[in-house]
């Protein structure tokens, strides 16, 4: 989870919220230096700070709101490595993949204590952990993923699904913060990180024999995973940018694949949702 995707969110909430602060730029600024300057263990108590000077000790409901979309994203994936982790053995084979899936896993759930830590420091309530359906089955325990902390090729898959679609969630953020410069910077550099989590997950399964996933999307290729997730990848296969077509640009050999593999696609919140969903029991 990034700074700058949760200030994005906000400003769809409330398009007021930079100028609530002394003025945009020095908002900006001051948004996007908490990382630089202040301690990870205080960032909480900053934002909080920041939210509570920008609405004059009052944050408001739809900014809390923001916050705990994020969250509830962010306990479903630290419960799913979670879960994965607690097979141990059984499920993950070496010692290298462990040590992988754990490292990601912390990350997962660093964020969630974060997040927790920002809303109560910004006045609000974190919303409680949801009861989660980790098979995809809306709460019948018999989704299509009920094996994925049995099998270790089911497991991967579906780490695979749901980093692919963080990162293209995150894209789907970017355009509102164009014009902000340094913020905007700093939230592409987080969402590289994210892509590098994803390109992992990836050449693990490549390791393991599942398939021949390349590091990146091609098209719109579930690689080898197949329908059930195919709502993860549909609009990857697009080849224009900014109204320009990739392929062929200006008589280069450059292939359909390769005019695909070269931009994550943006997910708005309304897709994003739609494909989690069946992750929560109801």
């Given amino acids: 989870m990034n700074l700058e995707h949760i200030q994005a969110e906000i400003e769809k909430a409330d398009p007021e919220f930079n ?69 141990g053995s059984a499920l993950i084979p070496s010692t290298a993949a462990m040590g992988a899936i754990k490292t990601i896993g912390d990350h997962e759930a660093q964020h969630v204590a974060f997040l927790k830590s920002a809303i109560s420091s910004s006045g609000g309530t974190p919303i409680s952990k949801p009861k989660f359906d980790l098979s995809g089955g809306s709460g019948s325990g018999k989704g299509p993923f009920k094996d994925a902390f049995k099998n270790y090729q089911l497991f991967l898959a579906v780490a695979q699904a749901l980093e692919d679609t963080g990162v293209r969630a995150y894209k789907g953020q970017a355009g509102n913060l164009l014009g902000t410069g340094a913020v905007l910077t700093a939230a592409l550099n987080i969402h590289s990180v994210e892509a590098r989590h994803a390109s992992h997950i990836r050449q693990m399964r490549q390791k393991a024999g599942y398939g021949n996933p390349k590091p990146w999307i091609t098209g719109k290729d579930t690689s080898g995973i197949g329908s059930l997730v195919q709502a993860n990848y549909n609009g990857e296969e697009n080849t224009v940018q900014a109204g320009i077509q990739i392929k062929g640009i200006n008589g280069q050999p450059i292939s359909f694949d390769q005019a695909s593999e070269s931009f994550d696609e943006p997910l708005t919140k309304e897709q994003v949702v739609t494909i989690v969903t069946p992750f929560f029991a109801k």
Avoid: C, H, M, Q
């Fill in 19 to 87: 100028e609530r602060t002394d003025t945009r730029r020095d908002a900006l600024k001051s948004f996007a230096g908490f990382a630089g300057k202040v301690a990870i263990t205080a960032l909480p108590f900053a934002i909080g700070s920041f939210f509570k000077k920008a609405y004059a000790g009052t944050t408001p409901t739809a900014v809390i709101d923001v916050l705990n979309y994020a969250l509830t994203l962010e306990y479903l994936e630290a419960e799913f490595y979670k879960t994965g982790l607690a097979a």
